[in-house]
């Protein structure tokens, strides 16, 4: 975030505003004025900033995002939901303060080749981002390229875990069009980006592998069980059960962040 605020050109939104967007809200779709939307996403991603130009370069960024990423849930009949997924929106908790601050930045964006950049952001990195490249198959966007990020890595508490029943995890990739082995045992992770996380996993089970790329994974879980679940790329297998590790079958199990200097529980399967 810090790196390409100060690399991108910050200029406002021509005449042509964008007026509304349609947002998915629970089971609701809302025409919500641009600058609405900004404040409920402030209200939804960052109510535990206290710098009030920390919140106003993230009024910046959501601006921008939003306008990037606008009509990718076109299929479904709006433009943005209102999770984690697109930017999390929560209007009930817009506060005066933040409706002043996104209200004085009003407008502006960042651009990128004349367009609204793909300005997105974390809630924490871990102590060093990733190339935009790496996590979204080959995607142009040279102002997100790794860095360390030392202020991340004094935040306590980054760890996760997350574990779920192996048929449900096959349930959730068949979903999104994935395709694993038969019966699931277990995921090693087989190819790690510049910056240590998951870029391709090898699902395990009746005998064989099946390699699918790590984001893809991560999204196939979060539309079926939540986006709070795998958080990011940057984890390692943590436990496996096999068969009879309970009633459910195998489990499998990630953890984040990755043990510096580990290794061998990366290629952790159930067998
Ligand atoms: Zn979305
Ligand atoms: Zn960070």
Request: aromatic letters at 6%; one cysteine or more; charged letters at 20%.
């Amino acid at each position: 975030m810090r790196g390409f605020l100060a690399a991108l050109v910050c200029s406002s939104l021509a005449a042509a505003a964008p007026g509304t967007l349609k947002v998915r809200v629970k089971s609701a779709t809302i025409d919500m004025p641009l600058e609405q939307y900004v404040a409920a996403v402030l209200a939804g991603e960052c109510n535990t900033f206290r710098s009030d130009e920390g919140i106003k370069a993230m009024a910046v960024a959501a601006r921008s995002y939003a306008m990037n990423l606008r009509g990718r849930h076109a299929a479904e009949g709006y433009d943005l939901c209102a999770t984690t997924h697109c930017q999390r929106v929560a209007l009930d908790a817009v506060t005066p303060r933040l409706a002043s601050l996104a209200a004085q930045t009003v407008g502006d964006l960042l651009w990128f080749e004349g367009k609204p950049a793909f300005a997105c952001y974390s809630r924490r990195c871990g102590g060093s981002t990733e190339d935009a490249a790496a996590v979204w198959g080959g995607m142009r966007a040279p102002f997100l390229r790794s860095h360390a990020d030392p202020y991340c890595a004094r935040q306590p508490g980054g760890e996760w875990h997350w574990s779920a029943p192996a048929a449900e995890i096959a349930a959730a990739l068949g979903k999104s069009q994935l395709r694993g082995p038969p019966e699931l045992d277990g995921i090693a992770i087989a190819q790690r980006t510049g910056s240590g996380r998951a870029r391709v996993l090898a699902l395990v089970g009746t005998g064989e592998q099946v390699r699918i790329s790590a984001s893809s994974f991560r999204f196939a879980i979060g539309r079926a069980l939540g986006f709070n679940t795998v958080r990011s790329d940057q984890w390692s297998v943590a436990r496996v059960g096999g068969h009879g590790a309970g009633a459910d079958g195998a489990r499998v199990g990630v953890a984040a962040p990755r043990r510096r200097g580990g290794g061998a529980e990366d290629d952790a399967t159930g067998a």
